[in-house]
């Protein structure tokens, strides 16, 4: 992911697994396994400013799989990314997920953030990269529906994410 780092409004796990269960609950989406693919174009019509846009994968700087644009409102994702994420892929859901994360958490935040690029300073819990990461995993693998007694390969399995994703995320959940 070549993403900049922004300084923004600090947010904790906790508050990320929160914003994750109130989208599920407001989406009344009770299954483990989250539509995040169908939800963009649910988006569409439940924000008319939200856009998305499936983008050839030359369009886009190598290692680039996916970005929010804040300013135009619009998720561009690459063709392959998208594709793989219909069928279920782990990793590419995750990726749109992410994105997802910039546009819920970071859209109003904008202007304030391109005025604090100082990297080098920036703390885990005010990263818009961290936060991203760390919203998208609490989406697609909620904390308070998966039984954490389950293998990380029946969690990837029933929550269609990576199986690393899932250890890494068991691993916040234990
Ligand atoms: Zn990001």
């Known amino acids: 992911m070549i993403e900049t780092t922004f300084k923004v409004e600090p947010k904790s796990r906790n508050d990320l697994r929160k914003t994750a269960r109130i989208i599920r609950e407001k989406l009344k989406i009770k299954t483990l396994f989250f539509p995040i693919v169908e ?6 019509i439940l924000d008319p400013n939200f ?14 799989h996916a970005y929010w644009e804040p300013v135009e409102r619009t998720m561009h ?6 594709n793989g994420a219909y069928e279920g892929k782990g990793r590419d859901r995750m ?3 992410h994105e997802f994360g910039h546009y819920i958490l970071h859209t109003d935040q904008y202007p304030k953030m391109c005025r604090s690029i100082s990297s080098s300073s920036i ?3 005010e990263s818009s990269e961290w936060q991203a990461k760390a919203f998208a995993a609490e989406l ?7 039984d954490s007694n389950c293998s990380p390969e029946e969690i990837a399995e029933q929550c269609g994410v990576s199986l690393e994703a899932a250890i890494f995320q068991l691993k916040h959940i234990k």
């Open 123 to 125: 703390r885990a819990f």
């Open 140 to 146: 697609l693998i909620p904390a308070d529906i998966i």
């Open 95 to 97: 990726t749109i997920a």
């Open 51 to 64: 856009n998305y846009a499936v983008e050839e994968d030359c369009e886009f700087a190598p290692g680039e």
């Open 39 to 44: 939800l963009l174009d649910s988006l569409t």
């Open 77 to 82: 994702i690459r063709e392959s990314v998208y």
